[in-house]
Every structure is written in C-alpha cells, then in structure tokens.
C-alpha cells in the first residue's frame, strides 16, 4: 500500500545530487515535494524535470544556515500543501580536500555548519507540525567517514558522524510524539562531489579515494532506485516502527519491514550482526 502518495515532503539540497534524486522519486510516488536549495537555476530546473513527469513541486530558495529562511519554507509549504508530513535533509557539501592541517579554518568551519547545523536548524523547524499533529518522519543523509576513518576529508567525515549521533538522540527525544528519525548512507553515487574529489587528484584526497571515484564516475555508483526505495520505506507508515538507526543503501533492510530491530544494530557503532 503506498502511503507515500498526498504527503508533503520537504527535500533540503534539492537542486542535484542525492536531494534531487529522491526529490523525483517521491514525486513519481505521488508526494507533493517542496524543494530547497541555494541555487534558483537547480530548483527551476528540478521542479520543470518533477512537473513534466506528472508531478508537483513547490520551489523554496533557501540557505540551510539561516533558520528563519527555513522557518519561511516551511510556513510556504504548510500553506500551500496543508502540512509538512516528511523531511529529508539531504543538503550538503564536500568540504576542503586535503590534510586537515593545510585545509583553511574557514571552509572546514563551514563544512559543519552546513552539514551538521544546517540539519538541527531544518529539524528545529520541521518538528513543531509533526508534533502537533503527532505525526512525522526525519530522514537524514549521512555520507562516507560516518561510519569509519577517512583520511583528507575529516571535515566531511566529521560532520557527517556527528549527524548520524544527532539523529539518534533526536529519534529518543521525539519518539513519544509518533515522529521517527533515521540516518540514510546512500552509498556512493556520481555527483559533483564525485568530480571534485577527482579535480583535488592523488596528493591531496589520496589513492584509493580517487580510485573509488574513478568507479562512481564510469558505473554511476548506487543506482537511484535502490536509494529511493529505501528513502520510501522509511518515509512510509510501514516503518513506524523504526526509528534512531542508521542504514546504508546495500544493508539487509528488507527483513525489518515486519519486524524490530535490537536496540544495539544500526546504530552508529555499526553493530550488524545479531
């Protein structure tokens, strides 16, 4: 049964790459998606691609470190959807490349501002609704290093490890109000990330980095559809009971749609095997 259909759905980093890619899968799968990005051009052209498949789209320019431009969004989307039943916070960037010691203050500072931040601020705005109406799902994006060590990119990985921590303390927070939060690893996917690691070369992001990227770039890496499905399910009443986990794209997840998980598995000390 889908009940994924008439849902207003709220994708941060809409405009391209994993935001984008789940902003048209729940399009196709009937929500009505309200997109929001920096960058005008990218929500022009995300809502024209979801409006030409038959879908809607609502454009929300926003910057993911200003609250009361999100704060904004979400008042846009309550007024012209009648609610906000699903976020996804999927915006966010790459970083400075490199050895933590040569990287600049400033954009390693920024990385988690808008990686880490900028997901408190969309949650501390999102939430309100969903615990009004007792109702909700968060779904976060993490990324690779949230799960292990990755050398010249500890901007990233650090970040990202600190959501995934963050959403399972909000998960515990909530989960009396009826509102689930979980983490998303998507796995590789080609992005512009993927070509700046390839831009930073060798010496600065490291062999086997650009090796993996060199993949992404000639296979495509996780096909959409495997993260969607994923992206569905947790958005989905289907997994209500679910919730402060964090689950990669090529993880078991299937055998969980009818059952629960132990407390200690899918958490961020990756612990899978029972």
Known sequence: MNTIKGKSVLITGAGRGIGKRLAMGFAAAGARVGLLARTQAELDLAKLEIEQAG??????????REPEEL??????????????????AAAGVQGPIGPFLLSKPKAWNETVEINLIGVANACRVALPPMI?????????ISGGGSAYARPNFSAYAASKTALVRFGESLAAEVSDHNVQVNTIAPGPAYSTMTDEVLRAGEE?????EIEDAEKVRV???VPAEKQIALALFLASEQSNHISGKLIHVNDDW???EQENMKPELYTLRRVQKI
């Open 55 to 64: 879908g809607q789209a609502l454009r929300l320019r926003a910057d993911v």
């Open 71 to 88: 704060a904004h969004a979400v008042e846009r989307m309550r007024s012209s959807f009648g609610g906000l039943d699903i976020l996804i």
């Open 132 to 140: 009004e109406k007792r109702s909700g799902k968060i779904i976060l």
């Open 204 to 208: 600065k992001a490291g062999r086997k």
């Open 219 to 221: 296979t495509g890496g």
């Open 254 to 256: 299937k055998r969980f």
